[in-house]
Every structure is written in structure tokens, then in C-alpha cells.
């Protein structure tokens, strides 16, 4: 079974960035789908960003299209999320998970799962 290692996460100041990655044990293009999720406390697991095996084509939740990017190194089986212009709301608990589907990037169809990595965004 896979084994996905997230790193990268910490405290940052608004406005800040981080950049995030996740390592595979495995050949990452055995997965359909890859990507990111966050969870704060007290809500629902959430897809922030998912990209495609294939073509590369990615997705991304609203509230983060256009300050976070996502991208893979194939080579390295590592996932990256690059995350700029951050907000106090997107402090939460970052998860890294493979095997479902991307175009929709929905928590529950996505078998494997890193442990988290913490992201506090605060002054």
C-alpha cells in the first residue's frame, strides 16, 4: 500500500506563502487522480486542488483558484501545492490523498491518505 508523506506546513503571516509536498512510495502515475485537502476544526474535510495522471489537468476549490497551485514532479513522485496570498482561513489541517477521482476532487472517493500537515496562518 502507498505510503504519502506530507511536508512543508507552519506558521505564516497573512500574505505570506508556503509550499507544501507530498512524497509517494510508489510510482505516482499509478493514480488516476491526486491531491489536496484541508481541514479546519470543527468542518468537513474539503478538496482545495486535484490534478489529473494524464494531461496534467487540475481543479481547484473557489475559494483558493488563483493563489494556490498544485503540480506534480513525476520523477520525484512528489506532489507539490504552492500556496501565495494566504489567509487566516486557510489555516487548517492539510492532507495529501491519492486514487479518486480529480475533476471533482470529493474527499470520499480518495482511498489513500497522508497524516496532515499543519498550515496557521496568523499575524
Known amino acids: 500500500q502507498v505510503q504519502l508523506v506530507e511536508s512543508g506546513g507552519g506558521l505564516v503571516q497573512p500574505g505570506g506563502s508556503l509550499r507544501l509536498s507530498c512524497t509517494f512510495s510508489t510510482n505516482i502515475r499509478n493514480y488516476y487522480g491526486v491531491g489536496w485537502f484541508r481541514q479546519a476544526p470543527g468542518k468537513e474535510r474539503e478538496g482545495v486542488s486535484c490534478i489529473s495522471r494524464s494531461d496534467g489537468s487540475t481543479t481547484y476549490a473557489h475559494s483558493v483558484k488563483g493563489r494556490f497551485t498544485i503540480s506534480k514532479d513525476d520523477a520525484k513522485n512528489t506532489l507539490y501545492l504552492q500556496m501565495n496570498s494566504l489567509k487566516p482561513e486557510d489555516t487548517a489541517i492539510y492532507y495529501c490523498?491519492?486514487?479518486?477521482?480529480?475533476?471533482?476532487?470529493?474527499?470520499?472517493?480518495?482511498?489513500?491518505w497522508g497524516q496532515g500537515t499543519q498550515v496557521t496562518v496568523s499575524s
Open positions: 490523498a491519492a486514487g479518486g477521482a480529480w475533476r471533482y476532487c470529493q474527499f470520499h472517493s480518495f482511498p489513500f
